[in-house]
């Protein structure tokens, strides 16, 4: 959805990041553990590239696991059995870690060792000499970065549930809504983390979420009280399924701009379909209310909604903008499903229709005037 596409927009530190060679030492105890179904050095063979390594090396006397979200991302590298010389500024990194790409950014830029939010070391820095035997000996002597992201060190198989419970926490949106932070995305966390092992894709998760919403629709377009229930509760199933698509794709790194635009896209066929739907619905059960006036100027509010988000989104990715993306954030949350269940249930889907048919002209027209406040700033 939109607020997903917002969360990878660079900040503008990312965009300094130095280029630096990078050397992964691969322990063997460590290398091959899976973190929510992929290889540990798989996880960081991408993060280091992310990062902006310019070379890769990877050192180890063993064979290594399968690597597949490194192979089906194309991260080259070179694998070797012994640690090469070190003769200009590297990242060097032992497996005993799992690390995020912004963190290793941080790390270049500030040419010092990675430690965790509560201080304590991990064996990732910036090196300029020959990697020694007292490879974590030599990172105490470069200055601190504080982790931001999950840094966890990983010692063996008994530190993989912990590192795997804080890689999953981590995985929320600064759009989360109290429904989506308390419900939605821990009920779905649980398809997630099934789905993780398996073939199944993040976009074949969104075009289910889509399906799932246009049942909805379906529904709440009969007429019928029971099935418009039904209708609210789909509905609700749907914003469930929509959260594990983005958790698919930033856990087994499978972002990818076609998914980014299916779910937005998605998202959007699924509102129109279900105010309209509503409206039918209600001018078929003989409401009085104007449904029809109304469900249509919920539709064109949703159409012009998604055009002042995209705006925003281009905006934004040229001029970063805290105060747009909050307003943002606060306005394109999920939580309009459960009070459209509430409001099923007690009978008063009219309402519904009123509140939207209104609130999403209001919510356009305050997030366009925030874009046109900041452009000056922005320029």
Request: with cysteine; glycine share 6%.
């Amino acid at each position: 959805s939109e607020r997903e596409i917002a969360r990878d927009i660079p900040a503008p530190a990312d965009r300094k990041t130095m280029s630096l060679p990078a050397i992964i030492l691969c322990d063997p105890q460590t290398a091959a553990l899976r973190i929510a179904a992929l290889p540990l050095l798989d996880r960081l063979l991408v993060a280091v590239q992310r990062a902006g390594a310019d070379s890769i090396t990877v050192v180890s006397r063993e064979p290594l696991p399968p690597l597949p979200r490194a192979t089906a991302l194309g991260v080259k590298f070179q694998l070797v059995a012994q640690v090469p010389e070190v003769n200009r500024p590297t990242l060097a990194l032992n497996t005993r870690l799992l690390v995020q790409p912004a963190d290793l950014k941080a790390v270049i830029a500030r040419q010092g060792r990675l430690v965790t939010k509560n201080g304590a070391a991990l064996p990732v820095g910036v090196i300029s000499e020959p990697i020694s035997e007292n490879f974590e000996q030599q990172l105490s002597r470069l200055p601190d970065v504080a982790a931001q992201g999950v840094a966890l060190p990983v010692t063996g198989a008994a530190s993989v549930p912990v590192v795997s419970r804080a890689l999953w926490a981590s995985l929320t949106s600064s759009a989360d809504g109290l429904v989506d932070k308390f419900f939605n995305r821990p009920v779905g966390r649980f398809l997630s983390k099934a789905l993780a092992p398996t073939p199944v894709s993040p976009n074949q998760v969104s075009v289910a979420a889509t399906l799932l919403g246009l049942w909805s629709a379906w529904l709440f377009a009969d007429g019928d009280a029971r099935q418009a229930l039904w209708g609210a509760i789909v509905l609700q199933i749907s914003a469930i399924v929509d959260c594990v698509d983005g958790d698919l794709a930033r856990v087994a790194f499978k972002e990818s701009p076609l998914g980014k635009w299916l779910d937005i896209v998605g998202d959007q066929v699924v509102h129109i379909s279900v105010f309209v739907a509503i409206g039918i619905g209600l001018y078929r059960a003989g409401c009085p209310a104007p449904v029809l006036p109304l469900a249509a100027s919920a539709a064109v509010g949703v159409v012009i909604s998604f055009i002042v988000i995209v705006r925003g989104l281009r905006l934004m990715a040229r001029h970063p903008d805290n105060r747009l993306q909050k307003v943002m954030d606060a306005l394109t949350n999920r939580d309009f499903s459960v009070l459209l269940l509430a409001l099923t249930w007690f009978g008063k889907l009219e309402w519904f229709l009123w509140l939207t048919a209104v609130g999403v002209h209001v919510f356009w027209i305050v997030v366009l005037a925030v874009q046109m406040m900041g452009r000056p700033a922005a320029a």
